[in-house]
Structures are given as C-alpha cells and as structure tokens.
Nanobody, 121 residues
Framework: QVQLAESGGGVVQAGGSLRLSCAASGSIFSINAMGWHRQAPGKQRELVAG???????NYADSVKGRFTISRDYAENTLYLQMNGLEPEDTAVYYC???????????????WGQGTQVTVSS
C-alpha cells in the first residue's frame, strides 16, 4: 500500500509563512510528478503548484512569487513553502503524487488526506 501524509498546516496571520510537508510511504517503486492542490469552502479544488521528476515546477498565477514547491527525492517527501500568506489562501491543501507501486509498472495518482491552512486578516 502507498500512503501520503501531510503536515504543517495551521492558523497564521496575513503576511506570515507556513511550510507544508507530504511524506510518501509504502511499497513505492517510483514517483513521477508531485503537486499541491487546495480547496476553499464552496469552491472547486485547484492546482497550486506541481513539480516533475526532473524538478521542473509550475505554479498557479495567484501564488507565483510567494510559494515555492520542492521535493526530497531520497526521502520521498514533497514541500510547499508559503510566504506572504493572504486570507484568500485559506483552504484545505492536498498533496498528490503519481506513484508506481512495486507490484506494477503503472503509475497511479495518490492523494493525501488534506491539511487545513487558515490565514487571518
């Protein structure tokens, strides 16, 4: 089995920073792309940032210049450094990863359980 476990969410004042982590564990053969999505109340889930196996990154326009996505390949861990947080960033943040388990050569998309980020004004 493969699991993604997020941590690092919380409550912060506007202008503050948080660092989210997402650790992948289990019977992992290979990890391809990883990313962060978020879902605010009453809104659809949206992509925040993504990173390929080669390290190429992409960001939603709303977070460019404020958020940085990175990954530790040895530890199978994904990070999201969030600076200059705004009340509009309040949402549940989900990590995802395209993982090939040891039992197969196919990649499947796995999701974490989500972590709440609340930014107060």
């Amino acid at each position: 089995q493969v699991q993604l476990a997020e941590s690092g969410g919380g409550v912060v004042q506007a202008g503050g920073s948080l660092r989210l982590s997402c650790a992948a564990s289990g019977s992992i053969f290979s990890i391809n792309a990883m990313g962060w999505h978020r879902q605010a109340p009453g809104k659809q889930r949206e992509l925040v940032a993504g990173i390929t196996s080669g390290g190429s990154t992409n960001y939603a326009d709303s977070v460019k210049g404020r958020f940085t996505i990175s990954r530790d390949y040895a530890e199978n861990t994904l990070y999201l450094q969030m600076n200059g947080l705004e009340p509009e960033d309040t949402a549940v943040y989900y990590c995802n990863a395209d993982i090939a388990p040891y039992s197969t050569t196919y990649y499947y998309r796995y999701w974490g359980q989500g972590t709440q980020v609340t930014v107060s004004s």
